[in-house]
């Protein structure tokens, strides 16, 4: 008797953890779907993973331009007209590798190209994990991926309560004058040598025009005017090597303009970040090529 009771006892918490298991999943998945449906911004503990979360979500780009760069360019968000990929550390080149057989944006899009940080090798801590198997099999799962973690979810519903979302959408940028591109006249030819050293970004920008591509370089405001200026004149040559126009909007103007998390990165969710990304397509559209 003590025996088939034992039993009994047995099969019935392996039935009550079974159960379990899947109310939590079915809590999980209806959490991330309720996320997904109410537009929430997914967040996490750990700035690795809220970029990690985005890269997770890459196929799910869509528009006529797309704003490529390292962490500067992530603070913008995508909306239904703006795709934006940026990843911290890196360069639009490390961009263009994620995106190979993930997404395909259309011939005559628009790619604005981020000059910050243009010169920077792949950062590993960012790339390793966004190149794992399960990191790809499971995009957008609502169980498994990234932004599914139960820690993660949790945070992304207490954002969504305790800061209502920001409106990522297109604003009236018709008052702001447009930019004209940098006159790239002066600057110096680039060397053999620096075609040699700046191959991967020569590489990346043919890729581009090889689907089809338009395509004009960008320089952020950040509050040091002076910095990134070594990267600013790279990028510069680079832009008349290859015929690109390059918009220089690190002036007083905007750095007076936006708000600033720190002295580099802009507050997503700011209004006037949705403003200068609008602005920013804009004048690209009228002078990329």
């Known amino acids: 008797m003590n025996v088939t009771l034992k039993k009994k006892r047995r099969w ?50 869509k528009g006529d331009t797309l704003m490529m760069g390292s962490s500067i360019t992530e603070r913008f968000r995508s909306n239904e007209t703006t795709a934006v990929l940026g990843i911290p550390g890196n360069s639009f080149v490390s961009g263009l590798e994620l995106m190979e057989n993930v997404v395909e944006f259309p011939a005559g899009t628009t790619y604005i190209l981020e000059t910050n940080n243009i010169l920077n090798e792949p950062n590993e801590l960012v790339l390793v994990d966004a190149r794992k198997w399960d990191f790809r099999v499971f995009r957008g799962s609502p169980h498994f991926s990234v932004a599914a973690k139960p820690s993660n979810l949790i945070l992304s519903y207490l954002e969504f309560i305790l800061r209502p979302g920001a409106d990522y959408s297109s604003a009236n940028c018709d008052a702001v004058p447009s930019l004209s591109p940098e006159p790239l006249v002066q600057v110096n030819d680039m060397t053999a040598e620096e075609q040699t050293e700046w191959r ?53 103007y905007w750095r007076n303009s936006l708000h600033f998390t720190d002295g580099t990165h802009l507050d997503s969710r700011a209004r006037s970040t949705s403003m200068f990304r609008d602005v920013i397509v804009r004048d690209a559209k009228n002078c990329a090529r």
């Not at 779907?33 to 993973?49: D, I, K, Q, S």
């Not at 581009?208 to 790279?234: F, N, T």
């Open 12 to 61: 019935y918490l392996v039935l009550t953890a079974i159960l379990g298991c899947l109310a939590c999943l079915g809590i999980q998945r209806s959490l991330f779907c309720w996320l997904e449906n109410h537009r929430g911004n997914f967040v996490a503990p750990l700035g690795l993973e809220i970029s990690l979360i985005r890269l997770q979500n890459i196929q799910k780009l």
């Open 200 to 252: 991967r970004v020569i590489d990346g920008v043919r890729k581009i025009r090889q689907k089809g591509g338009r395509i004009c370089m960008v320089r952020l405001p950040v509050s040091d005017a002076s910095r990134y200026q070594a990267s600013y004149e790279a990028a510069c040559k680079i832009a008349k090597f290859a015929q690109i126009p390059v918009l220089n909007y690190n002036t007083p």
